[in-house]
């Protein structure tokens, strides 16, 4: 069964401290990874798609990069707008249509 | 371009009744999937559709029903309503099945 761990379950940082958020899945096939960001009541916003081991996207001051078995997302010099939980989604080969699996998310919270 | 929609954004319902939630597609976009998000927790999948047809299924019993229309929109019904039913509904589309899926605003539905 495919699975997706997400860590730290909750990070606080000052206005221009950069950390990173990890993403831990097992799946058998990966067929895309995917990072969203959701306000809390609302649907998540799309940030990333990443396909293979070694890939980097950037958007703003948010960087993801994947390996075989996690993916990261790094941000660098946040500000209390970046405040949202940060969710990360694997989609997995064999089957012909797009299930994806989700991690419990991240929590940021960003103080100026 | 128009974003995924959904209607009604809030509801409430009691025990056993049924409910009916109602998404429209981005513009361009063939594939609809349905997702429940329980408080503080990941999206789970629930169910896709691909030019109207179910093309596959989470975890969930079949009191969880579908349908998508020939303009790619779609419906989730959900019948004998339960407390636990109680959550976020989204609903996301995609190109493809196995495509980067967009999300909706959801539909916050509350069983009493």
Redesign the interface.
Known sequence: EDQ?TQSPEALRLQEGESSSLNCSYTVSGL??L?W?RQDP??????LF?LYSAGEEKEKERLKATLTKKESFLHITAPKPEDSATY?C?V?AGG???????????TILTVHP | ETG?T?SPTHLIKTRGQQVTLRCSSQSGHN?V?W?QQAL??????IF?Y?REEE??R?NFPPRFSGLQFPNYSSELNVNALELDDSA?Y?C?S?V???????????T?LLVL
């Open positions: 997706v067929r895309g995917f969203y009541g609302k649907g998540p916003e799309f798609t969710l989604a989609l089957t012909s249509y797009g299930k994806l699996t989700f991690g419990q998310g | 995924v959904q594939t999937s997702y503080g927790q990941g999206p789970q999948f896709q691909y093309n596959g989470g976020l989204l996301a995609s493809q099945g196995w495509e980067t899926q967009y999300f909706g605003p959801g916050r």
